[in-house]
């Protein structure tokens, strides 16, 4: 019934056509759709009005339709209006990173000042990486793609194309933009990319099922590539040269990126700020067309990261005119340009003759193809997406799910004389809650959000198990942490809520150290040196923080990362120092010391080079000293591994010409059919000897016993990894399919993809499984 009513109100609106009041200052009076059947749409007879014909040829007959000014204004992500052919302005700039957003002083596709007055905010992705669950991911991705449907069939979105995800690699920890990855490893986030894209764009977790091509939204894979710095000593983002071998390119920044396209089908992609080795990622021929579009198959369309195409003359310097940095992005195959640049330069490059209107109609067929793909010029909106309105964003099933993914990401990583979880008996008793972040709902939140259905602090969470509970914030005058020292002391628990928040980690915002906050650090130790019993410290932040005072420290029982837990992140958290949920998030990036920050930031080298100090990054490559390292994480309970079957161990790397004095074999000479016979089956048996139920990750490693000078072959990498849920003391199996060449292989200095012989295990837990390879 809500269903008939909300089309009818749809009909009536198209009727009187002033209802779709999004508040934006090229909102001309047209239905937000082309194609419909009142006076506003006369064109219902043009071919690209018809549903039935091919999305490629429909796009084709409206740019035939278009004068040159006209076609000059789609290429900006404020595509303006064409009325005459009832064509509405679209916003191609939307955000969702983790819940419908919208950015401060910046007009994007959402807009909250209608009956929607909020959405459901998921946890920050890097929380919600932890979780290690291909499943959940797909789930939320997509919830936030129906909260799109529904606010654009209210009138509050003008725009379907959303900028996510981010699947950078998150490289060096002091990365602000960190946080909105889901991590440091290539496989980990190609998997991500995945799921998000099938998710947003409607697909099935399994892919392959848009109907007729049609998008629920359309994801879009960004930053192309090699992008992971915002300001560094000088460097900025918007100039940055960033210089990656052959090597890093191949088996780090780009697979996330192959995997969006190739098996996420995303349509959509951005290109990066940043140039990589001297061209500028928006200006690379090679990387957004023989690449991605060649060898990849990618059929979307690809925007500039905002302001990017304009950089290239201006601020890079690689261009010798405006005109010739718009022939160097339409050339190299982007097609959209966030920002107003090829709105004021295209033309007079069609003047100057630096472009064509070829080159003009190229980038447009990618862009209208994608508006029609999401039913943008099919008439009113109908169908499934059709009937989703006010009602299905904050639906309680979508909050429940943000409060899930809370609950799976949140990693323990320390738990002294099992402290936690708090016993019944302690929620008798006094708890203090002390902390800068224990009682702040924003920074829940982390960035790229819009206003929550709701939100929980830590504080809150806690307040509804403990009826006796006083908070000190602590930490911004000496007389604060007074105040909180003396609430410490007189209480039964303590739990400090410290970290930090957007203004220490953030999108133009690297952090310059790795430790916290100075007077959080003297807090945390002058309440743990005055409470009568251990105390539980949560950190709420995006990057890694190094904790090992806290990690060495007697008084400070417990260690909780919560990330950006998201609208009901203190709920979460309240449940798990209760015990109403068993943790079993796993760190996605390696936890370094603050030495660490010694490295440049700009050095984008993985592999470590002991001969000059460099020490690697991440679990893969880097050598020295960890604060916690990937894959980390505790539970209330202990599971044990054991490798139960693996169907092949020894592997015969046969090569058809001999390369065998250089120690590898290259993937593709090995070929196809030999890759396909090589997978083998890994069973693992997981058992649960504790006496609490609990979900957790399962992940297996590829770890060679040998790690020397070879072929630059990483230490060890992830193979894959299972979410499994066990009752106490039970007992569950799981199933690995392996495939040598996709798992054992790493780039050799060519960027080609090898497997490098010799002795290596299989690693789950503290079980391994010898894996031979021979040439
Ligand atoms: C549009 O936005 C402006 C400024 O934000 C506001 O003053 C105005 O009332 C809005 N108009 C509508 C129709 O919502
Ligand atoms: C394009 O022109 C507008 C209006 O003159 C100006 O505000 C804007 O800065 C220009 N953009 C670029 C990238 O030059
Ligand atoms: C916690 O923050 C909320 C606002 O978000 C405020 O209403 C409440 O009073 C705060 N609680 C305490 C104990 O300060
Ligand atoms: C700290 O507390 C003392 C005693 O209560 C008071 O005199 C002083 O003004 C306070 N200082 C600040 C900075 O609030
Ligand atoms: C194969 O190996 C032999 C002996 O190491 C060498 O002489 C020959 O040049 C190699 N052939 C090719 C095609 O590399």
């Not at 339709?65 to 509405?88: C, F, M, N, W, Y």
């Not at 959405?119 to 936030?144: E, G, M, N, R």
């Not at 009682?439 to 809150?460: A, F, Q």
């Not at 609208?567 to 109403?580: C, M, P, S, T, W």
């Amino acid at each position: 019934m809500r269903h008939i009513i909300h089309i009818l109100a749809l009909l009536i609106s198209i009727t009187c056509s002033t209802t779709f009041s999004i508040n934006a200052t090229h909102q001309p009076k047209l239905p937000p759709f082309s194609c419909g059947r009142s006076s506003t749409s006369p064109t219902r007879q043009y071919p690209f009005c018809d549903a039935s014909l091919p999305v490629r040829e429909r796009a084709r007959d409206l740019i035939s339709r278009l004068t040159l000014d006209e076609k000059i204004s789609q290429l900006i992500h404020k595509a303006a209006a064409v009325p005459r052919l009832g064509v509405p302005y679209y916003q191609w700039w939307t955000e969702a990173l983790h819940g419908l957003a919208a950015l401060h002083n910046v007009e994007t596709g959402f807009s909250f000042d209608g009956v929607v007055e909020e959405a459901t905010i998921f946890p920050q992705v890097i929380l919600t990486a932890s979780s290690f669950d291909v499943d959940l991911w797909y789930q939320i991705s997509k919830v936030i793609g129906r909260e799109a449907r529904a606010m654009y069939n209210e009138g509050q979105a003008n725009g379907l194309t959303i900028w996510s995800p981010n699947i950078n690699i998150f490289r060096d920890p002091r990365w602000g933009r960190g946080q909105e990855t889901p991590g440091e490893d290539p496989l980990l986030t190609a998997k991500y990319a995945i799921s998000v894209v099938r998710g947003l764009q409607g697909d099935s977790p399994e892919g392959g099922d848009l109907k007729d091509g049609h998008l629920q939204v359309s994801a879009c894979c960004k930053h192309f590539t090699a992008y992971d710095l915002e300001s560094w000593e000088g460097y900025e983002r918007f100039s940055f040269n960033a210089q990656v071998t052959k090597q890093d390119m191949a088996d780090t920044y780009q697979p996330p990126f192959k995997s969006c396209i190739e098996d996420g089908k995303a349509s959509g992609l951005m290109c990066a700020y940043n140039l990589v080795n001297g061209v500028p990622n928006c200006a690379d021929y090679d990387l957004l067309t023989k690449t991605a579009r060649g060898e990849w198959g990618f059929d979307g369309y690809i925007a500039s990261d905002c302001d990017a195409s304009a950089l290239i003359f201006k601020r890079q310097h690689y261009a010798k005119s405006e005109e010739e940095a718009v022939a160097d992005v339409l050339k190299a195959g982007m097609d959209v340009n966030c920002g107003t640049h090829l709105g004021n330069f295209t033309k007079s490059a069609v003047l100057k003759g630096t472009v064509t209107v070829s080159d003009i109609d190229r980038a447009l067929e990618n862009l209208f193809t994608v508006r029609m793909r999401l039913g943008l010029f099919n008439g009113p909106p109908s169908g499934a997406y059709g009937r989703l309105g006010r009602e299905d964003v904050c639906a309680p099933e979508h909050q429940e799910l943000a409060l899930e993914a809370a609950r799976q990401g949140i990693v323990l990583l320390k738990n002294e004389r099992k402290l936690l979880p708090l016993s019944d008996k302690a929620r008798e008793g006094s708890l203090a809650v002390i902390g800068p972040n224990a009682n702040v709902s924003k920074t829940l939140l982390g960035n790229y959000v819009g206003p929550p259905c709701t939100t929980i602090t830590p504080l809150e969470g806690l307040m509804s198990y403990v009826e006796d509970v006083k908070f000190e914030q602590g930490s911004d005058t000496l007389n604060d942490t007074k105040r909180a020292v003396e609430l410490a002391r007189s209480s039964d628990h303590v739990v400090l809520v410290v970290g930090l928040n957007q203004y220490h980690e953030a999108e133009y915002i690297d952090r310059e150290d790795l430790v916290l906050p100075w007077k959080q650090q003297n807090l945390i130790l002058s309440v743990a040196k005055a409470a009568k019993k251990p105390v539980v410290l949560v950190l709420l932040c995006g990057g890694p923080i190094d904790v090992s005072f806290a990690k060495e420290k007697a008084k400070i029982g417990s260690i909780l990362w919560a990330g950006y837990p998201g609208q009901a992140g203190g709920r979460a958290l309240a449940e798990i120092i209760f015990g109403d949920y068993n943790p079993g998030g796993r760190l996605t990036m390696t936890w370094y010391p603050h030495e660490f920050i010694t490295t440049p930031m700009i050095d984008m080298r993985m592999r470590a080079d002991p001969s000059s100090g460099f020490p690697g990054r991440t679990y893969r490559f880097y050598r020295g000293k960890k604060v916690f390292e990937f894959g980390y994480g505790l539970s209330y309970t202990t599971y044990s591994y054991k490798i139960v079957f693996v169907s092949q161990s020894k592997f015969h790397l046969k090569a058809s010409s001999n390369t065998s004095d250089l120690g590898y074999v290259s993937v593709p000479e090995l070929g196809p059919r030999w890759c396909k016979k090589a997978r083998f089956m890994v069973i693992v048996s997981v058992k649960n000897k504790g006496k609490m139920a609990g979900k957790h990750p399962v992940l297996l490693f590829f770890r060679r016993t040998q790690y020397g000078d070879g072929v630059g072959s990483p230490m060890k990498q992830l193979v894959g990894f299972h979410p499994v849920r066990t009752d106490a003391k039970g007992k569950v199996r799981v199933k690995f399919l392996v495939s040598p060449c996709e798992h054992f292989s790493s780039a050799n200095e060519d960027g080609e993809m090898v497997i490098e012989s010799g002795d290596a295990n299989l690693v789950v837990g503290d079980e391994e499984h010898p894996i031979r390879l021979n040439l």
